[in-house]
């Protein structure tokens, strides 16, 4: 596998935006995920749709020219240390690169730019049946604290 670097996405470049929708719509489909693809409606106002969002950090991972990772993040704040704290909502590797490094690599830029930041600590959710994602989270210093319950609103 040739190197792997990563960059802050820049949401006014189409090939970021088309890098991040591919991975994005990739990840989608994976049974545990949702499935499907990513709706067309979705894939047509993603960019613009976190362009407009505050304390937004999105990495991408690139390996040459192509995009084969995200790490789509929003700023939090953790009122018990009066410090923000950095949210990973999205990690995805393109499916044939799962196993490759690639999450590690993003992982490793998240915890930079976390401390870049000044933020107590970084936080996820991983769905129940994706034990490959459990496992790299372990092995980079994740460990599980408490559930996570939601309620849809759409």
Not at 125 to 148: C, H, I, S
Request: glycine share 8%; proline share 5%.
């Amino acid at each position: 596998m040739s190197e792997i670097t990563v960059v802050d996405a820049d949401l006014s470049q189409p090939d970021h935006c088309a890098g991040l929708i591919a991975v994005l719509d990739d990840y989608a489909r994976l049974p545990h995920i949702a499935g499907a693809p990513l709706p067309a409606e979705v894939r047509a106002a993603l960019p613009e749709r976190l362009r407009e969002q505050p304390g937004r950090v999105i990495l991408l991972a690139f390996q040459d020219e192509r995009v084969v990772g995200v790490a789509v993040c929003f700023l939090g704040f953790s009122t018990f240390v009066a410090r923000p704290l950095l949210n990973i909502h999205d990690l995805a590797v393109l499916g044939e690169c799962r196993g490759l490094g690639v999450g590690g690599i993003l992982l490793q830029a998240v915890d930079a730019r976390a401390r870049e930041l000044g933020c107590c600590r970084v936080t996820l959710e991983v769905v129940e049946d994706n034990p490959g994602a459990k496992r790299l989270y372990e092995r980079t210093g994740f460990r599980m604290v408490q559930e996570f319950w939601k309620k849809d609103l759409v």
